[in-house]
């Protein structure tokens, strides 16, 4: 099938570290992919990790990938309120251009 | 600073009235995605576009849903006729056509059908 999978909810407190865990299924989609909406607006690109790297690092951002276990990771350091917002993890059907989306996890900052 | 524009941002309408959403996708890109998002399925692609030309739209109800790109600096999704099934945030979305490249999303269309 073509269901990746996500927790719902996370809630951090600010300055903590933040890990968002996402289980995709497709074991040969070349690149894996996070994205970032803020309430009433679109999709944001966060970051993306080709399939033959187990992690890359973009500032406050820690993607890890286990294709074994096909679990994507995002790691937010030092979470802000302004991270507070849902985060779809997605993957690319080999072949294709169809971004297959998560169902989003909502984060939520507080003080 | 080039974005995926679309219109109109919100849409209230009638069951069985016509609804045409557009989007102009970034100067330049060739392909054009048309994805849905509900509170139930997620967020689905329905169809795109790689130069002008419908590449998959098996995410789409055929009977109902219509997507062209008249030309390259316009993409449209029409409903017609609208079921209050109908009712979600429509987003288009524009990218190279390469595999690798990011696709950017517009700030969609929030339709309801009453």
């Known amino acids: 099938g073509e269901d990746v999978e996500q927790s719902l909810f996370l809630s951090v407190r600010e300055g903590d570290s933040s890990v968002i865990n996402c289980t995709y299924t497709?074991?040969?989609?070349?690149?894996l992919y996070w994205y970032k909406q803020e309430p009433g607006a679109g999709l944001q690109l966060l970051t993306y990790i080709f399939s033959n790297m187990d992690m890359k690092q973009d500032q406050r951002l820690t993607v890890l990938l286990n294709k074994k276990d096909k679990h994507l990771s995002l790691r937010i350091a030092d979470t802000q309120t302004g991270d507070s917002a849902i985060y779809f993890c997605a993957e690319i059907l080999e072949g294709t251009d169809k971004l297959i989306f998560g169902t989003g996890t909502r984060l939520q900052v507080f003080p | 600073d080039a974005r995926v524009t679309q219109t109109p941002r919100h849409k209230v309408t009638e069951m069985g009235q016509e609804v045409t959403m557009r989007c102009q996708p970034i100067l330049g890109h060739n392909t054009v995605f048309w994805y849905r998002q509900t509170m139930m399925q997620g967020l689905e692609l329905l169809a795109y576009f790689r130069n002008r030309a419908p590449l998959d739209d098996s995410g789409m109800p055929k009977d109902r849903f219509s997507a062209e790109m008249p030309d390259a600096t316009l993409a449209t999704l029409k409903i017609q006729p609208s079921e209050p099934r109908d009712s979600a945030v429509y987003f288009c979305?524009?990218?190279?056509?390469?595999?690798?490249?990011?696709?950017?999303f517009g700030p969609g269309t929030r339709l309801l059908v009453l």
């Open positions: 979305a524009s990218g190279l056509g390469q595999v690798q490249e990011t696709q950017y």
């Open positions: 497709d074991s040969s989609s070349t690149y």
